[in-house]
């Protein structure tokens, strides 16, 4: 079973534009990790973000987390056709070492 | 190696056939993962071992599935009596500690597909 939910399911854009995604779950955890797939590829980690932080940046990558509200969001500024992927959130719980995926977002970026 | 390999990349078979899928962490991981992705899914658990021990086999989905890290590096995936349902794209994940604070590295995926 999946512990997250992205959403939305499908996000298209145009090159330049931001692009926010979004992902639930259900437990409470000791981390939260988003991860990129290209088509046919592997997942690819992009930033983790710590119970005890509320939000965090990497280049062009915003991530916050709400803990209260069990949920945490994805920006991506200033898209470009190679942010085209599907992007997941997973989740580590309390006391355990596996990460938790939801189903995904997949985004593409429009030339 | 530079990165987790995983071998085969496709991999047909035809139901009832048994199969062996082949991951290679990067050279000292501890931690090895193997999660089940279905087409338009997110990767589900399968197994956990923390060098050779096997710490964690509940996502298995049935005893057809059986993992096995005999050395603490390479670890491979057996699939007995295959059926439809499995196929997917597995992929092998590791990491450089047993703590559950860090990232993954994962390998591209074996893609089986069963006719």
């Known amino acids: 079973s999946q512990q997250g939910e992205e959403d939305p399911q499908a996000l298209s854009i145009q090159e330049g534009e931001n692009a926010t995604m979004n992902c639930s779950y259900k437990?409470?955890?000791?981390?939260l990790q988003w991860y990129r797939q290209n088509s046919g590829r592997g997942l690819v980690h992009l930033i983790l973000?710590?119970?005890?932080?509320r939000e965090k940046h990497s280049g062009r990558l915003r991530v916050t987390l709400d803990t209260s509200k069990k949920s945490s969001s994805l920006l991506i500024t200033a898209s470009r056709a190679a942010d085209t992927a599907s992007y997941f959130c997973?989740?580590?719980?309390?006391?355990?070492?596996?990460?938790?995926f939801g189903a995904g977002t997949t985004v593409t970026v429009r030339a | 190696g530079a990165g987790v390999s995983q071998s085969p990349r496709y991999k047909v078979a035809k139901r009832g056939q048994d199969v062996a899928l082949r991951c290679d962490p990067i050279?000292?991981?501890?931690?090895l993962f193997w999660y089940q992705q279905a087409l338009g899914q997110g990767p589900e658990f399968l197994t956990y071992?923390?060098?050779?021990?096997?710490?964690?086999k509940s996502g298995l989905p049935s005893d057809r599935f059986f993992a096995e890290r005999p050395e603490g590096s390479v670890s491979t995936l057996k699939i007995q009596r295959t059926q439809q349902e499995d196929s997917a794209v597995y992929l092998c994940?590791?990491?450089?500690?047993?703590?559950?604070?860090?990232?993954?590295?994962f390998g591209e995926g074996s893609r089986l597909t069963v006719l």
């Open positions: 994940a590791s990491s450089p500690t047993g703590q559950h604070t860090g990232e993954l590295f």
């Open positions: 437990t409470s955890i000791n981390n």
């Open positions: 973000i710590r119970s005890n932080e």
């Open positions: 997973a989740t580590t719980g309390l006391n355990d070492y596996k990460l938790s």
């Open positions: 050279s000292g991981h501890v931690s």
């Open positions: 071992f923390q060098n050779e021990a096997q710490l964690d």
